[in-house]
């Protein structure tokens, strides 16, 4: 059993080595057409580790042929299918621009889209390439509005808004945590101003409500009453779109305290 497992292991470490010799005599090459077609099956069987390097070899071998946009495609489809977006992305930019019209173009104007995507960051950090990237993605819809991609274009708009969203959201409720109850108000209306139809309309209002009570409660007491005024407008804001919030007990608390407050001045007034 031993010598059969010993005998396997010989037998796939040779084949391997061969393998490895013949691909390396193959980028030793100067048959370009032989290249050329290897790489292509080395893609087509998914072995992008070794269609990659071949392609990258012949890019000037190619250039200005009748072949050069299928190299360069499937170039940039090799680096994709490696992960490495920056270089797929450029790869893809590349070539829109030396071929607008070859039959690849829609597939890499796409395909570029993608690395893009893949290529943004968590709503946490810069959203810089997250804009970029809405631009590309509506600018192709608009060139190709019935594309079998636009399905995929919407999927990765709605992520990207929705980045935007919350980080828009989450900066400004940040201003509530550090209990800076002015800045809060202030930086979650703009947000709303900005955003009208933000998914996390109702939880900025809650903020806003919850800001402008604590902003009035802390205020001095000669401030009190026109803050906590404020604070009821916020408040008939908020209960008249989301009468069922799951905030609505405590908002009413804030309403009703609000309410004693500004009676009570005003009697004594």
Same mark, same amino acid.
């Given at each position: 059993?031993?010598?059969?497992? @010993? ?8 084949? /391997? ?5 013949? $691909? ?28 990659? +390097? ?16 299928? @190299? ?8 994709? *299918? ?17 071929? +607008?019209? &070859? +039959?690849?173009?829609?597939? /890499?104007? $796409? ?19 997250? *804009?970029?990237?809405? /631009? ?8 190709? +509005? ?7 274009? *919407? ?6 808004? *929705? ?7 989450? &900066? ?67 209960? &008249?779109? $989301? ?27």
């Amino acid at each position: 059993m031993k010598r059969k497992f @010993l005998t396997l292991l010989f037998c796939t470490t040779v084949l /391997a080595a061969s393998c490895v010799n013949q $691909f390396e005599a193959l980028m030793r090459s100067t048959d370009y057409q032989l290249k050329f077609r290897k790489a292509i099956e080395y893609f087509e069987a998914r072995r992008y580790s070794r269609s990659q +390097p071949l392609l990258e070899q012949l890019q000037m071998v190619y250039r200005g042929t009748q072949q050069d946009d299928t @190299l360069q495609f499937y170039l940039g489809l090799s680096n994709y *299918h490696l992960f490495d977006y920056v270089t797929a992305e450029e790869n893809f930019r590349q070539f829109v621009e030396i071929f +607008p019209r &070859s +039959p690849f173009t829609k597939s /890499a104007r $796409f395909l570029r889209l993608d690395c893009m995507y893949q290529n943004t960051y968590r709503y946490e950090l810069d959203q810089q390439p997250s *804009h970029a990237t809405i /631009a590309a993605i509506e600018e192709f819809l608009y060139d190709y +509005p019935q594309s079998e991609y636009r399905e995929a274009c *919407h999927s990765m708009l709605d992520d990207l808004y *929705h980045r935007l969203e919350k980080k828009s959201f989450e &900066s400004a409720k940040l201003y509530y945590t550090i209990e800076d109850y002015k800045a809060a108000t202030h930086a979650l209306k703009e947000t709303l101003k900005e955003n009208p139809e933000s998914r996390y309309r109702e939880e900025i209002m809650y903020y806003i409500v919850a800001a402008q009570y604590q902003y009035a409660a802390n205020s001095m007491p000669e401030l009190q009453r026109e803050r906590f005024l404020n604070l009821i407008d916020e408040y008939y804001n908020f209960i &008249s779109e $989301f009468p069922d919030s799951k905030h609505t007990r405590e908002v009413e608390n804030m309403f009703r305290r609000a309410q004693q407050f500004t009676t009570k001045k005003s009697n004594l007034e």
